[in-house]
Each structure stands twice: as structure tokens, then as C-alpha cells.
């Protein structure tokens, strides 16, 4: 089977920025309580005539720029979203469209903030079983749209954005995608959920459409899953603690960011950390993070990369890969 390698990235963030002091005007919070027990200052927020679709467009085309692939040169889309723009046709479809492309398979994966890792996974399965030679995986995300802005408990923690990878596949095996590690728990749905959808009376606006959490259960599970599913990358790679050169982890929470470091016995100048200015953007944070450490030349190439995420599901889920 072939191997499989990321040869670009790509990312986009909305122009307008919603900062700590600006929740301190929407609900009763505080910068100082956001930022000691989240690591978040700031978060963009897509604008009104903004969708999942122009979100995703600008951080597809910049990864196909970076990857020196011309829209035509794709043959498999996925796009990973919790707020695609229409039941249907799927996001990735949409995005085809806009690429002015036709043809190749585009479909969305529904993991909500292990979302990417989800996409990546299965396009990395496509490549290696020869179903295709070259994947656009986006993540991308209006979480903003989502949200209760008069629940003081979530909507400090969300934020609007999208990132893009060219996946393609590569003869080179100890090159590029290592390994990729999937997992789901739906007996804990209660936890972190919007609670109504299509067959369940969603309606824009109201609190049954918007999302719910229980954050200090979801940030101990979250804290436990992740300890475990890194443990599991490193055991099926043969590698100790120490080993990895750059985490890149879901941007939920500082501290459980820092818990996953900890687990690697790496110091926190080899994490790449976007949550304090991206807030958590679901499926679009991993790519994001993984566009800024690329594109700042913090990742350089031979180092070894672990990407992992955890979300409401629960998913989660991690990719190890040699950049
Ligand atoms: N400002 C001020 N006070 C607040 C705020 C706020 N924005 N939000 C909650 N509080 C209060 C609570 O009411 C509570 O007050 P009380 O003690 O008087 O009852 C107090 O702060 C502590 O609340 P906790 O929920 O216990 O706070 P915690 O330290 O757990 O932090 C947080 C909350 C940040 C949500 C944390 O639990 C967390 O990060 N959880 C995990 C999130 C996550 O990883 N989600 C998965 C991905 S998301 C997805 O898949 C869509």
C-alpha cells in the first residue's frame, strides 16, 4: 500500500476579532476568568454574509497554492464541519463547486472537533488503497452560529475559522502519514451536544439549537481520553515519551493542552498554540495550528508531528506524521 504525505497547508481566519473584553459586554465574565481557565484572549467571528463554504474556499485554495496543485489536480475532497452551510448538498460538494472542478468523490465528515482528524484518517485510507492520489482535507467552521450569546458557560469558548491540507499519496512510507488512531464513546452524548437537529424541530436562535456542555465533566474525560490515545500513537510506533518533535493539538483549553504536553514530556515551546487567539474552532482548529507551525518554519522537514483532537461524541483521535 502506498504511503501518503501532506505537501500543503492552507488556513483562514474572519477579519472580525471578538475580544475577552468584549464578552465582558455580552455576559457576566471576565477576561481574567476566560483567560485563567481557558488560555483564550480572542476569538474571530465569521461575518454576517460569511459561510462555512467562503471559509473553507480561502484555506483550500492557499493549501493547493502551497502544494503547487491546480483545483483540477484533486481527486478526492472532504471537508470536516459541525456547521455545514445547508443539510444539502454537503459542504465538500459546495466547495467542488467553487474550485469549478467535477468529478472526483467530496463528501463531509461529522465529527465535531476531532472532525479533521476524522477527514484525514479516510483520506489517508482512499490514497493507500489506490481510491485516490490526491485528497483536499479542510476543516472549517461557524461555530459562531451555533452559540448561546447569553450563556456565559460556552460562548466565551468558540471561535470562526477554517484550515486545508493537500494530502497525496507518496512511495516514500517513513515519510509523511505514520499512523492514524480513531476512536468514539456515544454513550455520553448528554455531556457536549446541540441538542436538536433536521429530525428534531432545530431552530436558529433558540437555546435547544445551540450548544451544551458540561465543562468540567467534558474537560476530565477530555483530559483522560487524550493521556490514553497519545500513549496508543507512541506504543504503535515503537516510541517512547520524549520522541515527538511538535505537538499540535485540538484548541480547546490551555490546561488540557498542557496535560497532553505533559503525557509527551514535551516542553511547551514544541506545542504549537493557537487558543489564545483562535479560541476553539472545532474542526478547523488542528489545521489551523498546523498551517501557522509550517508556515512560520517552526515544523521543519524530518521532524516527527502529532496531531490529536477530542470532541463532542465523543470522538477523538490522533495522526502521527514525519513532515
Ligand atoms: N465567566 C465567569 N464565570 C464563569 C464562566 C465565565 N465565562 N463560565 C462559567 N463560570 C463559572 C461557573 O458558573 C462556575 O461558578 P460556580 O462555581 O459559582 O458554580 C465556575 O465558573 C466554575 O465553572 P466550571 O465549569 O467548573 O469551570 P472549569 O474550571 O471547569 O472551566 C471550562 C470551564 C473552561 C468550560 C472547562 O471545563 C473546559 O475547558 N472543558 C472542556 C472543554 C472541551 O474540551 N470541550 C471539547 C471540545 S468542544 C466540542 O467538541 C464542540
Known amino acids: 500500500m502506498a504511503g501518503t504525505r501532506i505537501t500543503g497547508t492552507g488556513s483562514y481566519l474572519p477579519e472580525k476579532v471578538l475580544t475577552n473584553e468584549d464578552l465582558e459586554g455580552l455576559v457576566d465574565t471576565s477576561d481574567e476568568w476566560i483567560t485563567a481557565r481557558t488560555g483564550i484572549k480572542q476569538r474571530r467571528i465569521a461575518a454576517p454574509d460569511e459561510a462555512t463554504v467562503d471559509l473553507a474556499e480561502t484555506a483550500a485554495r492557499r493549501a493547493l497554492d502551497a502544494a503547487e496543485r491546480s483545483p483540477g489536480e484533486i481527486d478526492l475532497i472532504v471537508v470536516a464541519t459541525t456547521t455545514p452551510d445547508r443539510v444539502f448538498p454537503s ?3 459546495l466547495l467542488q463547486g467553487r474550485l469549478g472542478v467535477v468529478g472526483a468523490p467530496a463528501f463531509d465528515v461529522q465529527a465535531v472537533c476531532t ?3 476524522y477527514a484525514l484518517a479516510t483520506a489517508h485510507s482512499f490514497l493507500r488503497t489506490g481510491l485516490a492520489r490526491r485528497a483536499l482535507v479542510v476543516g472549517a467552521e461557524v461555530l459562531s452560529r451555533i452559540l448561546n450569546w447569553e450563556d456565559r458557560s460556552t460562548c466565551v469558548l468558540f471561535g470562526d475559522g477554517s484550515g486545508a491540507v493537500v494530502l497525496e499519496a507518496d512511495d516514500t512510507p517513513e515519510h509523511g502519514l505514520l499512523s492514524t488512531h480513531l476512536h468514539a464513546d456515544g454513550s455520553q452524548d448528554s ?3 446541540v441538542p436538536t437537529g433536521i429530525a428534531t424541530g432545530w431552530e436558529s436562535g433558540t437555546p435547544e439549537g445551540t450548544i451544551h456542555m458540561r465543562g468540567n465533566e467534558v474537560f476530565r474525560v477530555a483530559v483522560n481520553t487524550l493521556g490514553q490515545v497519545v500513549e496508543e500513537t507512541l506504543a504503535a510506533n515503537g516510541l517512547e515519551q520524549g520522541e515527538v518533535d511538535w505537538l499540535v493539538p485540538h484548541q480547546a483549553n ?4 498542557q496535560a497532553t504536553a505533559k503525557k509527551l514530556d ?3 515551546d514544541r506545542v504549537v498554540v493557537t487558543v489564545d487567539r483562535h479560541g476553539n474552532t472545532s474542526a478547523a482548529s488542528v ?3 498546523l498551517d501557522e507551525g509550517v508556515r512560520d518554519n517552526r515544523i521543519r522537514p524530518g521532524e516527527l508531528v502529532l496531531l490529536e483532537a477530542f470532541g463532542g461524541g465523543f470522538t477523538w483521535g490522533s495522526a502521527l506524521l514525519r513532515w
Do not use: E, Q
Request: aromatic residues 6%; contains cysteine; proline residues 5%.
Open 254 to 257: 490551555i490546561r488540557i493542552i
Open 191 to 193: 455531556l457536549l451536544t
Open 266 to 268: 514535551l516542553a511547551m
Open 91 to 93: 459542504t465538500a460538494c
Open 287 to 289: 489545521p489551523l495550528a
Open 115 to 117: 472532525g479533521f482528524i
